[in-house]
T-cell receptor, first 115, second 115 residues
């Protein structure tokens, strides 16, 4: 399994500002995913981040609001832009296609509170 | 489109007892994977158990086992000898065998183990 770290683990931000979340993996992986999880809810996929190409966004998520970078096979960032209180959530990154069942392994998440 | 349903939003079980969490799914695919993840209050998503659809034998990992009924599209998780550390949200997930490695998550079941 892959070991994944995220920074920051938690942040409190003012509305209108932006926050960049980093995701680092201890091995090279092809597929990386970014999720949002609102309190008490399930995970919602924001986008799939592939190295060397533009991220693929799910319905309801746009690049202007959630720009993603994937500069290499071990690192990705997600920016939450022009934040509002509705963006308060846990943001998780994961890697896929690495286990024997191509299962996903998750980072510890970033808890974002927007005031 | 695939869907995953977890019909039990909350459950509780006494320590050392056995509990079963239900998961049903809908798909027209014949080859796919199913997973159970645990998310304790620390919010780290932990892979509990995985099942490949073409394998008849139910997966088992220590105290965790599944009852996989392919025809009924059912994938329940049984936790034996429940421990306080099993208190968590449990998510069922579906993934097509071939494709983008994206998951379809259920809405989750909050399990509380009582002392």
């Amino acid at each position: 399994s892959a070991v994944i770290s995220q920074k920051p683990s938690r942040d409190i931000c003012q509305r209108g500002t932006s926050l960049t979340i980093q995701c680092q993996v201890d091995s090279q992986v092809t597929m990386m995913f970014w999720y949002r999880q609102q309190p008490g809810q399930s995970l919602t996929l924001i986008a799939t981040a592939n190295q060397g190409s533009e991220a693929t966004y799910e319905s309801g998520f746009v690049i202007d609001k959630f720009p993603i970078s994937r500069p290499n096979l071990t690192f990705s960032t997600l920016t939450v832009s022009n934040m509002s209180p509705e963006d308060s959530s846990i943001y998780l990154c994961s890697v896929g296609g690495t286990g024997s069942y191509n299962e996903q392994f998750f980072g510890p998440g970033t808890r974002l509170i927007v005031l | 489109a695939q869907t995953v349903t977890q019909s039990q939003p909350e459950m509780s079980v006494q320590e050392a007892e056995t509990v079963t969490l239900s998961c049903t799914y809908d798909t027209s695919e014949s080859n796919y994977y199913l997973f159970w993840y645990k998310q304790p209050p620390s919010r780290q998503m932990i892979l509990v158990i995985r099942q490949e659809a073409y394998k008849q034998q139910n997966a088992t990992e220590n105290r965790f086992s599944v009852n996989f009924q392919k025809a009924a599209k059912s994938f329940s998780l049984k936790i034996s000898d429940s421990q306080l550390g099993d208190t968590a949200m449990y998510f069922c997930a579906f993934m097509k065998q071939a494709g983008t490695y994206k998951y379809i998550f259920g809405t989750g079941t909050r399990l509380k183990v009582l002392a």
